[in-house]
């Protein structure tokens, strides 16, 4: 098993920073790939970024490439998502999941996405 814990988020203004974290823990071998995913009140969950533990190779959705930015610490089993300028429409709760194959864990499925943490809410004011 692989337990994930989010931290990092908050309320703050439009055109802040934020900087989320995902913690590991667990059988943290079976994991090769993390992933970053929101889902907005009334609206379905979305992935937005997903990194290999690895070597750090990342994939982006397309929404994603302008202002987030992920990065792993690998001896510390962590994942981050450094989000810039936040946009009201960035208010959700940010997800971390895990997963075996890169960055095949962004699909957010049973078989590729089995780990997820509680998540950490974003709110961001105009």
């Known amino acids: 098993q692989v337990h994930l814990v989010e931290s990092g988020g908050g309320s703050v203004q439009a055109g802040d920073a934020l900087k989320l974290s995902c913690a590991a823990s667990?059988?943290?071998?079976?994991?090769?790939?993390m992933a970053w995913f929101r889902q907005a009140p009334g609206k379905e969950r979305e992935a937005v970024a997903g990194i290999a533990t690895g070597d750090g190779a990342s994939h982006y959705v397309d929404s994603a490439l302008d202002r987030f930015a992920i990065s792993r610490d690998k001896a510390r089993n962590t994942a981050y998502l450094q989000i810039h300028s936040l946009k009201p429409e960035d208010t959700a709760m940010y997800y971390c999941?895990?997963?075996?194959?890169?960055?095949?864990?962004?699909?957010?499925?049973?078989?590729?996405?089995?780990?997820w943490g509680q998540g950490t809410q974003v709110t961001v004011s105009s």
């Open positions: 667990g059988v943290t071998s079976s994991v090769n790939c």
């Open positions: 999941a895990a997963g075996p194959r890169f960055p095949l864990c962004m699909l957010g499925t049973t078989a590729e996405s089995p780990f």
